[in-house]
């Protein structure tokens, strides 16, 4: 029997790239503590989309606790409470507290277990961002580019996401000194058109919740830069 002598080799540390540096910069702005896992938040939603009414600005009440797997979501929509609700993965509902709901209704207002999935993933990611930029689903392109945001010099990261092809194309601005996330935007190009679609999101006013800086606002634009709508958020721990 032989025995060695060599002592037992550390692990190699990983080698990052350039993109996986400039996310882990924004990161640690973002979330010093790792307490994303850990968010727990009821989040008042005021949108604002001019298309609409003027003065129809729609309030959307959000409960997420990230530890749990539970989201709720409630809007008034028509002057009733429109209700979505998931836990875990497959225990979710849709609800319209209207007294007589119609078949269009339900088609109207996606009243589904899949549709309050879908709210859910949509609420997480515009209120995780950049913790959810870490999700499996994510590919995280090596390619880095420059460019100025509110005069601000900003490194540039392209996301996908898994199957690529099937989802637009996201860049997240990140401002070099500070690591700040400063804006997104998506985009999807048609070849049979030749048109690329997508919107702009300014990200804005940090908010101060459980160690995180999270946004108070975004403003969204379509990618000529005019106005679609904004939104403002209120974090209420639970």
């Not at 080698?15 to 924004?26: D, M, P, R």
């Not at 990140?174 to 400063?182: A, H, K």
């Amino acid at each position: 029997i032989q025995f060695s002598c060599q002592s037992p080799q550390p692990p190699e540390e990983k080698v990052l790239t350039e993109a996986e540096q400039i996310l882990a910069k924004t990161l640690d702005f973002h979330d010093p503590e790792n307490k994303w896992g850990s968010f727990a938040s009821s989040v008042e939603m005021q949108s604002y989309i001019p298309s609409r009414a003027p003065q129809d600005k729609r309030v959307t009440i959000v409960v997420m606790d990230n530890a749990k797997s539970s989201f709720t979501s409630q809007t008034l929509r028509d002057g009733y409470a429109f209700t979505r609700k998931v836990k875990g993965e497959n225990d979710c509902s849709s609800s319209w507290a209207k007294p007589e709901l119609t078949s269009a209704d339900s088609s109207s207002y996606a009243i589904s277990c899949e549709a309050a999935k879908s709210s859910r993933d949509y609420y997480r990611y515009l209120l995780g961002l950049p913790m959810v930029l870490t999700d499996t689903a994510t590919h995280l392109s090596d390619s880095v580019f420059t460019e100025i945001v509110a005069g601000k010099t900003c490194d540039v990261l392209t996301v996908d996401y898994l199957p690529q092809g099937s989802h637009p194309t996201w860049q997240f601005y990140v401002d070099q000194e500070s690591g700040q996330l400063l804006q997104t935007r998506f985009f999807t190009y048609y070849p049979e058109e030749d048109t690329t679609r997508g919107e702009i999101i300014k990200l804005g006013d940090l908010v101060e919740f459980d160690g995180m800086k999270k946004f108070g606002n975004f403003e969204w634009q379509y990618l000529d830069s005019s106005f679609l709508a904004s939104e403002s958020f209120l974090f209420e721990p639970i």
